[in-house]
């Protein structure tokens, strides 16, 4: 049985596709959604918008191998800071086996333990002043994870 997962975070994870060097890039050139990156300061931004997509996707990985991966996509929620609406990226998954992200006291423990404090890239399309770092626990949360109906 497959369990369906949404992660919301306040980083940009948009997922670039882009991965080589930036001496093999010919611009211009467009990311996977069709963005025109056009010389070496949009080649950056999209490079590290794509390395934080993979810094999260590693994080899931070192618990279970995440399936059906929907997303990254910028949406509006109103999960953080109180009940005000922000501008988020969410993405969901699916886990064979989402008891591994759980501790004796939360569904989702050991996968926030896994998060918090992990090294993020800033200064792309995100809205607010973040800690340069994922905090999934105590405090200023900008990331978090529910499971879907």
């Known amino acids: 049985m497959f ?3 949404s992660c919301y975070t306040l980083f ?9 060097h930036i001496r093999s890039a010919k611009f211009p050139m467009t990311d996977k959604h069709g963005n025109q990156i056009k010389n070496e300061n949009d080649w950056k931004c999209a490079r590290n918008q ?3 997509w993979e810094t999260i996707l590693q994080i899931l990985s070192l618990r279970t191998q995440p399936l059906r991966i929907i997303g990254p996509r910028k ?12 501008h988020a990226w969410k993405f969901t998954f699916e886990s064979e086996h989402d ?16 998060c918090n404090g992990v090294p993020m890239l800033m200064g792309l399309g995100e809205n ?7 905090t999934t626990k105590n405090g200023f949360i900008n ?6 109906n």
Do not use: A, C, W
Request: hydrophobic residues 30%; negative net charge.
């Open 50 to 52: 794509q390395r934080n």
């Open 12 to 20: 940009d994870i948009t997922d670039t596709g882009i991965r080589s």
């Open 143 to 148: 990331t978090y994870f529910e499971i879907n």
């Open 99 to 114: 008891q591994v992200f759980g501790d004796d006291t939360d569904r989702f423990g050991n996968l926030k333990n896994d």
């Open 75 to 86: 949406v509006r929620t109103s999960g953080f800071i109180d009940k005000d609406s922000v």
């Open 128 to 134: 607010m002043r973040l800690t340069p770092y994922l």
């Open 3 to 5: 369990t369906s997962i």
